[in-house]
């Protein structure tokens, strides 16, 4: 297993159309996480998944976003009608269920939106 | 309501010395604590992690120390190298394998 992997490296696209991102996890990891960069800051959680159920949205997510994880592997993040503020680096997390285990990061997804 | 704050943006240390960044955090429901290194164009890495029942943990040239009543943590790496170059976030969560609450980051350079 090579780790948490994200597709694509970077996207640009034009204001008000819509991106889709994927991440694929560790393979025997049940819990998912996304999470949005922007220059300068710390990570912000967005979303979390427990196997296909998604646990908890940030008050960030707003409508435009939306994440799902179908059969519990790997997962999608879509943005509709992008902004010029929703460029930032996506980052997809992956850990076990358990205690004291830390989230592996993939090497997430750079958005520009033009 | 940054509830993580890692208050020095920058820091510059010679080779071989000890570098040591500071985490600040005012939630008092964290109970596990990590550390993340951070290239550009890259995800975060783990580095170390502390669970709140302890107050020090070390892994070769990085120990965390935490100070609950301070609710402060702080990471030393000793001797540093110039690969350790990087910016350093700290990471809070309620327990482990919950969500994170990261700090805004602090840039070491190690200086050769």
């Known amino acids: 297993d090579t780790g948490v992997s994200q597709d694509p490296r970077h996207k640009i696209t034009k204001r008000g159309q819509n991106v889709t991102f994927r991440c694929d996890p560790i393979?025997?990891?049940?819990?998912l996480y996304w999470y949005r960069q922007t220059l300068g800051q710390g990570p912000e959680f967005l979303t979390y998944f427990q196997n296909e159920a998604q646990l908890e949205k940030s008050r960030l997510l707003s409508d435009r976003f939306s994440a799902e994880r179908p059969k519990g592997s790997f997962s999608t993040l879509e943005i509709q009608r992008t902004e010029q503020g929703d460029s930032a680096m996506y980052l997809c997390a992956s850990t076990s269920q358990g205690m004291n285990t830390e989230a592996f990061f993939g090497q997430g997804t750079r958005l520009t939106v033009v | 309501d940054q509830q993580v704050k890692q208050n020095s943006p920058s820091l510059s240390v010679q080779e071989g010395r000890i570098s040591i960044l500071n985490c600040d955090y005012t939630n008092s429901m964290f109970d596990y604590f990590l550390w993340y290194k951070k290239y550009p164009a890259e995800g975060p890495t783990f580095l170390i992690s502390?669970?709140?029942?302890?107050d020090k943990n070390e892994d070769g040239r990085f120990t965390v120390f935490l100070n609950k009543s301070a609710k402060h943590l702080s990471l030393h790496i000793v001797p540093s190298q110039p690969g350790d170059s990087a910016v350093y976030f700290c990471a809070a969560s309620p327990n482990a394998g919950n969500m994170l609450t990261f700090g805004g980051g602090t840039r070491l350079m190690v200086k050769p």
């Open positions: 393979s025997e990891h049940n819990r």
């Open positions: 502390i669970s709140s029942i302890k």
